[in-house]
C-alpha cells in the first residue's frame, strides 16, 4: 500500500504560479510511476501530467504543455507540480496517483492508489 498526501493548493490570480506537493508514505520502496490528476465541478477526472520513477519520461496534456512542469525527488518519496501561467480553467481540485509499474500512464484507471486532493483555484 502507498498513501499519498497533496499540499500547496490555493487561491491564486490569473497569471500567478503554484506548487503542488504529494508525499508518499508506506511500500514506496517499488518502483512507482506517478500523475497528476484534476476534476473540475461537473466535469470528469482529467489527466494532467504524469513521470516515469526514473524521470526520464514525462507526459503533459495539451492544455497545460509549457506551463506546468512535473518532476519527483525519490529520495524524498515527493512528487511535485510547478503550475505557472495559471488560467481561471485551471480551476480544480488536483489528484496525486501513484502506478504500480516505472511506466507512466495518462488514464486515470491505470493507477493504484489516490490522493483527497488538494484545491486550486484561479480568479480571473
Known amino acids: 500500500q502507498v498513501q499519498l498526501v497533496e499540499s500547496g493548493g490555493g487561491l491564486v490570480q490569473a497569471g500567478g504560479s503554484l506548487r503542488l506537493s504529494c508525499a508518499a508514505s508506506?511500500?514506496?520502496?517499488?518502483?512507482?510511476?506517478m500523475g497528476w490528476f484534476r476534476q473540475a465541478p461537473g466535469k470528469e477526472r482529467e489527466f494532467v501530467a504524469a513521470?516515469?520513477?526514473?524521470?526520464?519520461?514525462?507526459y503533459y496534456a495539451e492544455s497545460v504543455k509549457g506551463r506546468f512542469f512535473i518532476s519527483r525527488d525519490n529520495a524524498k518519496n515527493t512528487l511535485y507540480l510547478q503550475m505557472d501561467s495559471l488560467k481561471p480553467e485551471d480551476t480544480a481540485v488536483y489528484y496525486c496517483?501513484?502506478?504500480?509499474?516505472?511506466?507512466?500512464?495518462?488514464?486515470?484507471?491505470?493507477?493504484?492508489?489516490w490522493g483527497e486532493g488538494t484545491q486550486v483555484t484561479v480568479s480571473s
Open positions: 496517483a501513484a502506478r504500480a509499474s516505472a511506466y507512466a500512464r495518462s488514464s486515470p484507471n491505470e493507477y493504484d492508489y
Open positions: 508506506g511500500r514506496t520502496g517499488s518502483r512507482y510511476a
Open positions: 513521470i516515469s520513477w526514473s524521470n526520464e519520461i514525462t
